[in-house]
């Protein structure tokens, strides 16, 4: 599919804003005691500030599920979709789904919940903290064709956080690989969740697949946000718009509207 990131979110250069689950059922930071009702009282509280700020899309993810796993069980995507599902009539902007690090259960999610599109690693080989990455792009593309999630984006994280890249094969050659084999996105990250990236990555990657989106996934903060979209198509952002800065913390509304106010200033 072609990815309009105007048609799609309304602007050039659309700021998505991560909304963290807490800890999820069967993980060791879910709250047992608090169940369902504190998975919705979270999320919402943190969809209602974004959206307040005038962030442009969302992007729903089990960020506190950590340790992370390459392959989580059915109710992660059951529990997620769950709480989606009972905000969805909240939701006023575009939205992804992420599920660490599952591509095929965040595409799952993405149909249930008619997600945008999903963010996750699709192609290429990293030896990480968790293991070895090697998804199967050409899978999950049947895959999202058989559930009939065909019109989800496909956004491709090929500089992975925890991970480095298995081979020679530099930014540029993975990003011209990734578009031809049909990611709508390329992401470029730093080392983790809040870390900024290396602009001669995000440079690579753009000059290497100049009609491809190319979206800045990590360490996004209000005082870069200009320089990161003379290059940029797009950002994620997450860590810099919560209390004290701090990746679990709830999101922050002074510094929302902060980005977003410096976001609006950088567009052209």
Known sequence: ???SLKDTFGTVKPVIAMVHFPGLPGRPWHDR???RARLVDVVGRDLAVLQDAGVDGLLFCNEADVPYQLAVGPEIPAAMAAV???LLAEVRVPFGV????DAR???ALARATAATFIREVLTGVYESDLGMIAPDIGDLAAYRDAI???DVALFDNIAPEFASAIGSRGIAE???GAAFLGADAILISGPAAGVPFAMSDLVAAKEAVPDTTVVANTGVRADSIAEIFAVADAVIVGTSLKVDGSTFNAVDPARAQRL???ARSARP
């Open 148 to 150: 009939g999630a065909s």
């Open 174 to 176: 993975r990003a011209k």
């Open 105 to 107: 259960a965040s595409l």
């Open 98 to 101: 992420n599920i660490l690090w």
């Open 260 to 262: 977003m106010d410096a």
């Open 1 to 3: 599919m072609t990815l």
């Open 84 to 86: 989606i599902g009972e």
């Open 33 to 35: 005691a608090a169940g």
